[in-house]
């Protein structure tokens, strides 16, 4: 149990669908990140917020827009996405933005058909 | 060409060896890690380390700063510890930013 929730933990959609990812932690973290990762290839960080607030956002498409309403929840919204974006996306916090340990959640498996 | 490179990038060992998985990186850092990814996604924080050697358990870490390399060791390797393995560097300008390697998978066989 790393203390970092992700549902749901697969989602099939279509490209026109609009469906959200959630995170959630429970260690009294403040930053919280997402990642994307790709079959074959290195995760990538999308998005970083410290106290709520977005502090890094990695050039992501506008189809991916983060939610941040408090320190402990992190959404994930999607829109019109592409096939190319099925991938495992992460969930990860830490109690600040420098160097600290990132506790990952599980992950939501996405496919987009 | 990632700047963070793994070696190797399959190993397979037997019940009981030595393992060493080894990471490059190109600048200066302020902080490695040291990641575990078991099949279904979930990842694992092992070590983070800024110099010197962690252990924890069956598990030791090194890095040589001025080499600008890491190794993670695994003494009498199970297979329980089969896994892809990242390591990811904090460059020392970065803030918040990971840059991950693409990782080892290793599988141990009984």
């Known amino acids: 149990e790393t203390g970092v929730t992700q549902t749901p933990r697969h989602l099939v959609m279509g490209m026109t669908n609009k469906k959200s990812l959630k995170c959630e932690q429970h260690l009294g973290h403040n930053a919280m990140y997402w990642y994307k990762q790709s079959a074959k290839k290195p995760l990538e960080l999308m998005f970083v917020?410290?106290?709520?607030?977005?502090?890094e956002n990695n050039s992501v498409p506008s189809r991916f827009s983060p939610e941040c309403p408090n320190s402990s929840h992190l959404f994930l919204h999607l829109h019109t996405l592409q096939p190319e974006d099925s991938a495992l996306y992460l969930c990860?916090?830490?109690?600040?933005?420098?160097?600290?340990?990132?506790?990952f959640g599980p992950g939501t498996r996405l496919t987009v058909t | 060409k990632n700047e963070v490179e793994q070696s190797p990038q399959n190993l397979t060992a037997q019940e009981g060896e030595f393992i060493t998985i080894n990471c490059s990186y190109s600048v200066g850092i302020s902080a490695l890690h040291w990641l575990q990814q078991h099949p279904g996604g979930g990842i694992v924080s092992l070590f983070m380390l800024s110099s010197g050697k962690k252990k924890h358990g069956r598990l030791i870490a090194t890095i040589n700063i001025q080499e600008k390399h890491s190794s993670l060791h695994i003494t009498a390797s199970h297979p329980r510890d089969s896994a892809v393995y990242i390591c990811a560097v904090r460059w020392g300008t970065s803030g918040s930013r990971l840059t991950f390697g693409e990782g080892t998978q290793l599988t141990v066989n009984p």
């Open positions: 917020y410290n106290f709520k607030e977005q502090t």
């Open positions: 990860a916090s830490s109690p600040g933005t420098s160097s600290y340990e990132q506790y």
